[in-house]
């Protein structure tokens, strides 16, 4: 593997020491305390394949991205058994996101989990395209719609509107692009409520 394509590849990996000593640290970890409590609902009620993953919640420090799915990079070269991290800012404002928000993004992230965790470790390496705006756009988008599949269409919604609100106008640009936007997550409801329609439309 070259620098540059190890590089990308960490970016989507995680290193494992990053952890809980510094969630224990003012604000640091109350987020992530909200979001394992959900996180371990969530999995139960729609992610039933997760029930045995190893995944871990831990704070991070961010401006643009709230929630983040990852993976840990140890585990990945060293492990026989891979470790999961779902990695959630720290910043308190996160308490204003609406609680059927909050659930839908963590299923989009535990979404991307499933995606991780499927076959052999060595499709990760995939992951390298995640640079690629192309890539990255589908790679998220696919999150979205497993999401929606799951019910968590009308929360979706409203985590990007209230996303929309909480991000710099470069973000926002960047954010319409690589998600769904609430139109386009009605769309796609509707369309997996009536197939049918749907091929109508594409024609
Ligand atoms: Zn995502």
């Not at 060595?122 to 756009?137: A, D, E, F, K």
């Amino acid at each position: 593997m070259s620098l540059s394509c190890a590089l990308i590849l960490l970016l989507l990996a995680t290193p494992v020491w990053a952890d809980q000593s510094e969630s224990a640290e003012g604000n640091r970890g109350l987020n992530a305390q909200w979001a394992g409590q959900l996180i371990l609902d969530i999995r139960l009620t729609s992610f039933p394949r997760l029930a045995n993953t190893n995944i871990r919640v831990e704070p991070f420090h961010g401006h643009s991205d709230y929630f983040q799915a990852r993976f840990s990079i140890l585990h990945f070269l060293f492990a026989k058994r891979m470790q999961y991290v779902i990695r959630v800012n720290d910043d308190p404002g996160i308490q204003t996101v609406p609680e059927d928000a909050g659930r839908a993004i963590l299923a989009h992230e535990l979404a991307h989990v499933q995606y991780y965790a499927s076959g052999s470790r060595i499709h990760l390496l995939g992951l390298i395209r995640y640079n690629s705006s192309s890539y990255r756009r589908e790679f998220e988008r696919r999150a979205d719609l497993e999401a929606t599949q799951l019910g968590y269409a009308q929360g979706l919604k409203n985590y990007r509107l209230w996303l929309y609100q909480h991000v710099s106008a470069k973000a926002l640009l960047e954010k319409k692009r690589d998600y769904l936007s609430p139109e386009e997550i009605d769309a796609a409801a509707r369309a997996l409520t009536n197939p049918v329609c749907l091929r109508v439309d594409e024609r």
